[in-house]
């Protein structure tokens, strides 16, 4: 199993990133997958979550109006779209393999090594 993240970079504020994971070595299309970030200093915050199909998605309270998480089955790719950006989203943001049945928040057996986003000015 690999997940590998890109597309982080440094953004001023307001501004837009989009982020990319690639999965491999395993059937992508069949586990839900998600987003955690971690700012330097603090624990793993959960940002996004999406299903199997793409059609239910969920946000945490802070990102919820400005990300949008979508997936590519046919391209074994999930996507954080990062719109509206603010100083307080910088953080290396995972992207994580759910565990069946588990909890979006916190259930997951593999997670890529991080793209980190910076917000600043």
């Known amino acids: 199993v690999q997940l590998v993240e890109s597309g982080g970079g440094m953004v001023q504020p307001g501004g837009s990133l989009r982020l990319s994971c690639a999965a491999s070595?395993?059937?992508?299309?069949?586990?839900?997958m998600t987003w955690v970030r971690q700012a330097p200093g603090k624990g793993p915050e959960w940002v996004s979550a999406?299903?199997?199909?793409?059609?239910?998605?969920y946000y945490a309270d802070s990102v919820k109006g400005r990300f949008t998480i979508s997936r590519d089955n046919a391209k074994n790719t999930l996507y954080l779209q990062m719109n509206s950006l603010k100083p307080e989203d910088t953080a290396l943001y995972y992207c994580?393999?759910?565990?069946?049945?588990?909890?979006?928040?916190?259930?997951?057996?593999?997670w890529g090594q991080g793209t980190q986003v910076t917000v600043s000015s």
């Open positions: 994580a393999r759910v565990i069946p049945g588990g909890s979006y928040f916190t259930n997951y057996d593999y």
């Open positions: 070595g395993f059937t992508f299309s069949i586990y839900d």
């Open positions: 999406i299903n199997t199909g793409g059609g239910s998605t």
